[in-house]
Structures are given as structure tokens and as C-alpha cells.
């Protein structure tokens, strides 16, 4: 009986659950990770002020902006901030650029709701911002809950005003109305997709009325407050970039506090967890490359998005520093994308398989493929990919989980991965598991995040 009982373990992949081999000395790290994370997220609620606090943690820990022409030696320590809404920092490693650098891409925009451009309006003496949702959300979710303003308003002048209201708890906050249940029998019969329409989802900026005799008095009340508060006007609102995000704060969630709830732990929670790991990093072998991209959540288009020859243009001057070329660095260049997936919910278990969904507390989820419908528009890690990050992550003794995300046909989706590796650079995705994942309100396990802090970290020193 006793010989069987070893043949089974020597045969068979059981995954455990993180807590039953954490020691003493792991629980109190990762209770010190996962209150640094908070911190940084609680003030991190669009992808700028993402990447502005990074750089402030980044310019503490010695990196320095990469300057075009700038020679580099191994162990230094260099960011490019592209324009204000992605980061890509670097340390030089003992190799040079043509052995490869080790990349890890996370992303910092998260869902939400963007103002359009010309949002001020009076309804009914109501004033309202008209909005235009960002990313994939369910939009019921986003009706009735308490809004903060974040964001920036661009002047012609050149200068840009920076627009935060409502983090500050004596700030007031935004709200997006819905139905009273009484009078809601029509909306609460259609499909869910269309209980609540986009263009219905405008916030309520004000209701008292201008002291005159003129029109839209509520709606010159509301532009005399961002007047005498940011100094712009109705024109000014044309130029900027004003994003609605839940005014949540971060919490422990459960009552044994093993869980963070909060507002855009997708993607932040990973971004947070490399960007720790490169900052404690000392001189690699292979040089490491910290990215947070933006525009993830539209489909990483645009100048700061993953697509984007910024990305060409940062690691071209890595490259030309040794005299290496961009196309050999990245044939040899390893790259986890660091993006969330999703946790099995055992509220909503029919839309996973189980056996490959990934579980609160069991670690850092690994992604071979995303994509849907016959891995469509999947990067699909190779098997040998897979088996590298094995042998790190089990060396290193970092807890790691293969994940899926949901059942084959059930829907699916996609990362930055697949646009690492169409720059011939081996990617595998690698996250924390989420639960209510593009909901207002996340929710991760305080453990999982510590252990994919550790597999970025273990990742950079292999
Ligand atoms: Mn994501
Ligand atoms: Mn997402």
C-alpha cells in the first residue's frame, strides 16, 4: 500500500494550495508586498498617474531617462516615459543587447468611462457629462455607484492642467443614474446587454442653478466650478483626456483579509509586480525590460499602445549602446506578458473547465494561449517556452498554476502577447488570477499577487 501511495506522487501533478507550504517568515513578506501594492494602486487610477508614480519610485531606486546617444554600461538604470501614458525602464545586463533581453509586459489602463470630447450639457436643469466607455464592461455595473474625475485637460497654450476630483473624501463625487425597481419592468425583461444603453450613461455634474436669468444656468454653475478650479474653459474640454473611475477605495476583502478588492487591479496588480522586481534588481546577466503599455483594453493600438514602434525605438537605442542589432536582441529575448486571467468562481462555474481554470491562492496563473473559438488570435507559447518557465519558476521556488481562460467556446480573450510575439520574441502570458475581472470592484488573492511579484523577479534573475 505504502509503495503505491509514493508511485502516485512520483506520477502525478497535484497542485497545492499556497498556504499550505507558506512559512511564517513568507506570510509576513507577502502582507508587506501586498501593502506597497495597495499604496500604489489606491493613487494609481489612470494609466498617467500609473506611470507618473512609477517613475517617482523608479527615479528613488536610481533610473535615470534615457537619453538618445547615451552610453550604457552594465547595471545601469534607465525609463522612457512615452508621452506620459506608457513606461518602458531597463537595466543593463553583463550580456550584450544581441544575447537577448528579458522582457515582462504588463498594462496599465483599465476600464472605464472616458468623457467625449464636447461632454457639458442641461437637461431638466441637470447639468451632465456625455461619456464613451473604455474597454470591455458590462454596463449595469457601472450605473449607481459613487465616480472620482481623473485626467488631464490640454491647453493651447501647451501647458496641461492635471484634473483630479473626488479622492480626496472631502471632494465631491459623480454618479450615473439608474431605474428605481419600480418603475423598471421593461429594462428588467430585456437582456441584460441592453438593460442599460451608452448613451444613457451620463454622469450628473450639478443641479444648482447660476444666480441669472440666462440659459443652461446649471450648466454655467458647473463650468464657473472647473473655471475657478483648473482655470479652463467649455473650449478647453475639447483637449482633454477626463476619464470616470469607480471612487472605491482599496480593501482587504474577506474577513480573514486574504483577498484585495479594488478598482483596476487588471491590469495594475501585474505592472506593480514587475515593475518591484526591476526596481530590486541588480545587475543581470541578460538585460530586463519593464513594460506598462497603455490602450491594452482597446486592443493595444495607437502611439502608446503595445503595437507601437516606441517600443522599436526604446530597445534600438538599448541595442545601438553595444552596437547590437534590434533584430538579433529579439530573436533571443524571452517576454512574459504579465496580464491578469481569470479565477474559477465557484458562484459562476459553468463558464470554466475546471481542471484548467486557475484557483485563488495556487500561485501565479501561466497562459500557454488565450484567443477564442479554436485559439483565434492567440500567441500560443511553445511547449519548450513553457518548459523554460518551469524550470525558473521551480527553482526559484515561486507556486505557479496553468490556467485557462473559460471553457473552449465560451468566450475568451487576449493580451499584449500575441504583439510580442509577432516581433519574433518567445512570450508566454503570466498573471494573477481575478475574479469579477473589468467589474468596478475587483478582487485577487493577496497571495497570488506575492507569488507573481516573485515570478517577475525570478523571470529577471534566471
Ligand atoms: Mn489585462
Ligand atoms: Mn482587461
Not at 451632465?128 to 474625475?149: D, M, N, V
Not at 485637460?153 to 443614474?177: F, H, N, Q
Request: proline share 3%; with cysteine; aromatic share 8%.
Amino acid at each position: 500500500m505504502e509503495e503505491k501511495k509514493d508511485y502516485r506522487a512520483e506520477l502525478f501533478y497535484e497542485p497545492k494550495n499556497g498556504y499550505d507550504t507558506l512559512s511564517d517568515a513568507g506570510r509576513e513578506a507577502l502582507e508587506a508586498y501586498c501593502e506597497e501594492y495597495k499604496r500604489y494602486l489606491d493613487v494609481s487610477r489612470t494609466e498617467r498617474e500609473s506611470v507618473a508614480n512609477a517613475i517617482a519610485l523608479a527615479e528613488e531606486k536610481g533610473f535615470t531617462e534615457l537619453v538618445p546617444g547615451m552610453e550604457l554600461k552594465p547595471g545601469d538604470r534607465v525609463y522612457y516615459s512615452n508621452r506620459g501614458k506608457a513606461l518602458l525602464l531597463a537595466v543593463m545586463g553583463e550580456e550584450p543587447m544581441s544575447a537577448g533581453a528579458v522582457i515582462t509586459a504588463a498594462h496599465v489602463d483599465s476600464p472605464r468611462l472616458d468623457l467625449k470630447q464636447l461632454p457639458l450639457y442641461e437637461d431638466s436643469e441637470i447639468a451632465f457629462f456625455k461619456t464613451h466607455y473604455y474597454g470591455g464592461i458590462k454596463k449595469y455595473q457601472w450605473t449607481a455607484i459613487p465616480l472620482e474625475l481623473h485626467g488631464v485637460v490640454a491647453l493651447k497654450s501647451g501647458e496641461t492642467v492635471d484634473v483630479c476630483i473626488g479622492r480626496d473624501r472631502a471632494e465631491p463625487v459623480l454618479y450615473v443614474s439608474d431605474l428605481l425597481p419600480h418603475l423598471a419592468g421593461e429594462q428588467m425583461a430585456k437582456k441584460m446587454s441592453e438593460g442599460i444603453k451608452a448613451e444613457s450613461m451620463n454622469i450628473f455634474a450639478g443641479s444648482a442653478p447660476y444666480a441669472d436669468e440666462g440659459k443652461d444656468r446649471v450648466k454655467l454653475a458647473v463650468m464657473a466650478i472647473l473655471n475657478s478650479s483648473y482655470g479652463i474653459t467649455e473650449a478647453d474640454l475639447i483637449s482633454a483626456e477626463l476619464y470616470a473611475v469607480p471612487a472605491f477605495d482599496v480593501r482587504d476583502t474577506g474577513l480573514d483579509r486574504s483577498l484585495i478588492g479594488a478598482y483596476g487591479h487588471d491590469d495594475r496588480v501585474c505592472a506593480f509586480a514587475e515593475l518591484k522586481a526591476i526596481l530590486e534588481l541588480g545587475t543581470p546577466r541578460r538585460t530586463a525590460v519593464c513594460i506598462l503599455a497603455d490602450k491594452e483594453e482597446t486592443g493595444s493600438d495607437g502611439v502608446s499602445g503595445m503595437q507601437s514602434e516606441a517600443f522599436e525605438w526604446f530597445m534600438g537605442k538599448l541595442c545601438r549602446a553595444d552596437g547590437s542589432e534590434l533584430g538579433d536582441c529579439f530573436a533571443k529575448s524571452v517576454c512574459i506578458s504579465a496580464d491578469v486571467t481569470a479565477a474559477f468562481d465557484p458562484n459562476y462555474p459553468d463558464v470554466s473547465e475546471k481542471r484548467n481554470a486557475a484557483k485563488l491562492n495556487y500561485g501565479v496563473g501561466l497562459c500557454k494561449f488565450t484567443g477564442a473559438r479554436g485559439k483565434s488570435g492567440t500567441n500560443d507559447a511553445s511547449a519548450e517556452l513553457v518548459a523554460w518557465l518551469r524550470r525558473v519558476l521551480d527553482d526559484a521556488g515561486v507556486q505557479w498554476q496553468m490556467t485557462e481562460l473559460g471553457k473552449v467556446d465560451q468566450g475568451g480573450g487576449g493580451t499584449v502577447a500575441k504583439f510580442m510575439g509577432n516581433r519574433n520574441i518567445d512570450t508566454i502570458d503570466a498573471g494573477v488570477p481575478v475574479i469579477s475581472m473589468h467589474a468596478p470592484y475587483e478582487v485577487v488573492s493577496k497571495y497570488d499577487c506575492y507569488m507573481t511579484y516573485l515570478c517577475m523577479k525570478a523571470v529577471y534573475e534566471a
